[in-house]
């Protein structure tokens, strides 16, 4: 009998240096609802502005209690993603979240089809995603940005934020 699924496949020869990234915000007080929905407007906010590399963006909702929701991103190259990250005002919205998360946590997980994979979490109480099973390291030095974490010191550059400007 033959099968009644429509089985469909993508193909992603165009989009030899595509990039996905899955975010997230979690709410570790109650305080931090109110960090949570301001963040929300402003990712919202960014994202009708279409980022230059930005193929598609999509909510993601990964728990109720903890409040813990976020978003899935596809974007078309590193030096894209990069070049949004450092730009105003997404470096200072991390700038301002690095000193002080508000009551939540932040993480995020990056997939890259050239290869490799990153993630970091900031004020995430327990292990999360990667950190489950590949253990917790402290984001400093050749760990700290993105770029690096990536294996990609082609397209590395100064991270959106610096360690000097977080901890200086």
């Not at 990039?19 to 931090?32: D, Q, S, T």
């Not at 193929?55 to 949004?84: C, K, T």
């Amino acid at each position: 009998m033959p099968t009644r699924v429509n089985r469909q496949t993508v193909d992603l020869s165009a989009y030899p240096d595509l990039l996905v990234l899955y975010l997230g915000m979690r709410v570790n007080h109650m305080y931090g609802i109110r960090t949570f929905f301001s963040f929300g407007r402003k990712i919202s906010q960014s994202v009708a502005g279409k980022p230059d590399g930005l193929l598609l963006h999509e909510p993601v909702y990964y728990s109720i209690f903890p409040m813990n929701m976020g978003m899935r991103q596809y974007w078309r190259d590193l030096p894209s993603l990069l070049a949004f990250a450092r730009s105003e005002p997404h470096r200072q919205w991390w700038l301002d979240f690095l000193k002080d998360s508000g009551g939540t946590g932040f993480w995020h997980e990056t997939y890259s089809v050239k290869g490799g994979m990153e993630a970091v979490y900031d004020d995430i109480p327990k292990p999360f995603g990667f950190g489950q099973f590949a253990g917790l390291q402290r984001a400093r030095g050749p760990m700290f940005g993105s770029a690096a974490r990536l294996g990609r010191a082609e397209s590395a550059g100064d991270p959106a934020v610096s360690e000097k400007e977080l901890y200086d």
